[in-house]
């Protein structure tokens, strides 16, 4: 028998999977309606699918090879807990950086909360000092 802390974990897996593939859609299909994202630098959290949306698509313009590992998940009652590793080549404008062809790699620490078989709230971590490093003007050239 599948534990309802599994099945939110196979849950999260094909959420970044159907991000990774590019099909936003699908992905959008597994947030609740008033899903809710806390955000590092937000003042207060955002809500709604299409404020998931326009980030992810921001990513993707910027990354469009985007690879997301799932470097450790674990679930307890409602919550997910993952450590993400991303890679991608900077092909588009991300945060008024325009495209470098430079290759980048980051971590996330990301928290989820469930209901049902929806994803309804998200704690974000992404390790931006490090990727703006990376396509930054200043960045190292080695990596």
Known sequence: MT?????????????????????LDAAEQML??????NVPGSPAPLVGRDVWRLGTQAMKDAF????????????????????LHFEGTHRGAFQQIGATGRQVGFGSIEVYRIEGDKIAEEWVAP???????????TADQTR
């Not at 609740?32 to 994202?37: L, N, S, Y």
């Not at 469009?64 to 450590?83: S, W």
């Open 127 to 137: 390790d931006m000092i490090s990727l703006m490093q990376q396509i930054s003007s």
């Open 32 to 37: 609740t309606e008033d899903f809710i994202a």
């Open 3 to 23: 534990t309802a802390p599994e099945k939110n974990m196979t849950l999260l897996r094909t959420a970044y999977q159907a991000v990774e593939s590019g099909d």
């Open 64 to 83: 469009p090879d985007l690879k997301i590992e799932v470097r450790d998940i674990f679930g307890v009652g409602d919550k997910v807990t993952v450590l």
